[in-house]
């Protein structure tokens, strides 16, 4: 489960981290209210990507009217594919120096590492390709956590000023601890900011926990209902689909996680990007091929549906059938093909001959085809 930046601040709080002052808002009029009793501020969208400031999501304002336009203007909008609903405004601040912090889990040590870089405030993905050196880790030990002296090793490495060390240590070893209490996946300060007045401040949060321990969570449950508003999402949950959202605009069906990874694979590797990932599951029947095609192609941004089936106890020709049944009772105005290899897939391939759908023996050709189809609708 994705927090939002408000909801991840709250945790932030809690565990004794520095934010900016600042209110969640859900329409213009709370914006400009929050702005009169904040004074200057900037007014955040709130959605589950990174990159709002470039995309205009974050709005400096220095007046309550100001930030009632820069909310207006960005409420309603989407932002990678995420409708925004809210939005938060903080006070604005004067910046002297921008740093990365984050907590996640290594796969290789089996263990939270901590990772740091003087380089913040940008992607850290780009850090990571044009200046590798930039970023340091330190892998914590969860029988201890982080000793104090790894953490000022961590920041002398990565060149954090001296004179922020201190409250560096102190808000590094509060985030581990929220990292940990909370079951998190990823906890992540970009931009761990040090003002002009040499006050540090966690200025934006990214917070993952894992939901299989969401159960352990309830403190959390009220944040889960809120980060469940992609109603295509929710609509999923409700009817038992594995669907996860993706920001492209190819729609990806298969019979298993393991295929529907290798789809997606495939897709991205020729150039495509996925706009879901859709699992039939095994021995799917018609029924439940029409359930997730109805649920891929509620999502507006889906260009063309790329399915693709190893027949094994799945049988080819079951989901022709239930292809061919949804598309007729849905509409459907977008491109798909259909990839079929296994039991009765010649007879699957066989039934959809003729039809608008796209039959396909090879997953490479069918991921080039819908990629072509998709760019032509
Ligand atoms: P992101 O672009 O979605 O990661 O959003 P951030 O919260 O990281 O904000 C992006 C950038 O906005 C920061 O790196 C700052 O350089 C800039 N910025 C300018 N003034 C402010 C301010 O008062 N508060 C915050 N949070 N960011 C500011
Ligand atoms: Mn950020």
Known sequence: MKLYEFQAKELFAQGGIPIPRGRMVTDPDGAAQAAAALGRCVVKAQAHAGGRGKAGFIKLASSPDE??????????????????????????VDIAAEYYLAITIDRASKSPIMICSAKGGVD??????????????????????PWDFQLRDLAERAGIDPKAGRQFVDIARKLYHVFVRSDASLAEINPLMVLKDGKVIAADAKFDVDDNALFRHEELLGFKEEAEEDPIEAEAHRQGVTYVRLPGDIGIMGNGAGIVMGTLDLVTREGGAPANFCDIGGGASEETVRRCLSIVLMNPNVKGVLINVFGGITRGDAVAGGVLAAVKSLDVKVPIVVRMAGTRAEEGLKLLEGSQLVPEANPVEAARKIIALAKGA
């Open 124 to 145: 850290i993905e780009e850090v990571a390709e044009s200046d590798p050196e930039a970023i340091v880790s330190q892998v914590v030990d969860v029988a201890y956590g």
């Open 67 to 92: 930030a009632k336009q820069y909310a207006a203007g960005m409420l309603g909008q989407t932002f990678k594919g995420f409708l925004i609903n809210r939005l938060l405004v903080e006070e604005a």
